[in-house]
């Protein structure tokens, strides 16, 4: 099998602990020059491409600006940095719970994206470590939602990322989730739930088909009181919004959740009230380059369980 060669690295620095975009020019395609492709390729718009170019922002694989009139070669890379978006900040701490020479260890809190993604990039787990650690080869293994809070395990050495996504690939990382729902107590727990689950571009809930299982989930009941209940989750796949379907389907809905059973409307930016009541709670894996066992565990607490009226209020 033909190993893939690795894209050079970038001639431009990290801006806010965010990357710069990297844009291959692909092969089998004919433009006259590469202003003209970024132009049909990015939403950007010709006048903003220009004006990047014109302001030398645009550079090439040696760092020297690309000209509007540079001719476009297959197989060239050219980088640029992205206009941030503004952003709100949110107002809570990535903890770090473990840090070696390969791997960070982080709980990230609910509301903040893990890694830079459509409106929100500045503001993620990744980019607030790389500034806060001074990491800048800082990368993710995996990604929780926005909406979720918890343990998340980054690389430090980019040369070894792979082998630890390789773990959440491969299914040798052991996860526990916790969530907090309404107590039914006509609902027999423990139990295994398997579905099949798609998640189309677009459209933002994941939904229930027919078809072969691809998601599946163990459901336990920890403790409840007052109506409510937490709850063990252990999913053995990990397919989009898994857990959420899940519990949902089973007709005890993760409090907080804005999706599922129904989809609601937008929560206004800054409003971080009723987190969601789902927690990444803990992380168990052999280290594929260290060889040590490792068990991580997030101290938060879910709040709704705890203290209704104050996370409700």
Not at 104 to 109: F, G, L, M, T
Not at 203 to 208: D, I, L, P
Not at 235 to 246: I, K, N, Y
């Amino acid at each position: 099998m033909r190993r893939r060669t690795p894209p050079p690295p970038s001639p431009l620095p990290q801006r806010d602990g965010v990357d710069p975009v990297r844009v291959r020019l692909p092969a089998g395609e004919q433009w006259a020059t590469v202003r003209d492709h970024l132009v049909a390729r990015l939403a950007a718009g010709a006048g903003v491409i220009d004006t990047m170019l014109d302001a030398g922002l645009i550079v090439d694989v040696t760092g020297r600006p690309v000209s509007r009139d540079m001719v476009y070669v297959p197989g060239m890379f050219v980088w640029f940095h992205r206009e941030l978006p503004e952003e709100e900040r949110v107002p809570f701490a990535v903890d770090v719970v473990y840090r070696d020479e390969h791997i960070v260890v982080a709980d990230k809190p609910h509301f903040l994206a893990t890694t830079p993604r459509g409106s929100h990039v500045a503001e993620t787990a990744l980019a607030r470590l790389r500034r806060q650690l001074g990491v800048p080869t800082l990368g993710a293994a995996h990604r929780l939602d926005r909406l979720t809070a918890g343990v998340v395990l980054f690389t430090v050495r980019p040369e070894e990322r792979g082998v630890y996504q390789s773990l959440f690939r491969d299914k040798r990382v052991a996860k526990e989730y916790e969530a907090v729902a309404p107590y039914d107590p006509v609902l027999v727990l423990p139990r295994t739930v398997r579905s099949r689950i798609v998640k189309e571009r677009g459209v933002v809930a994941a939904r229930e088909v027919e078809g072969e299982p691809n998601a599946v989930s163990r459901i336990e009941l920890l403790e409840h009181r007052y109506g409510r209940a937490r709850y063990r989750l252990i999913p053995s796949t990990g397919q989009t919004h898994q857990l959420r379907v899940h519990m949902s389907a089973l007709g005890v809905p993760i409090l907080g959740d804005p999706l599922y059973p129904v989809v609601t409307g937008p929560v206004a930016a800054g409003d971080f009230r009723h987190p969601l009541q789902l927690l990444a709670r803990s992380l168990e894996f052999t280290d594929p380059v260290t060889g040590r066992e490792h068990r991580f565990v997030s101290p938060r607490e879910l709040r709704a369980f705890s203290s209704y009226e104050e996370w409700a209020g």
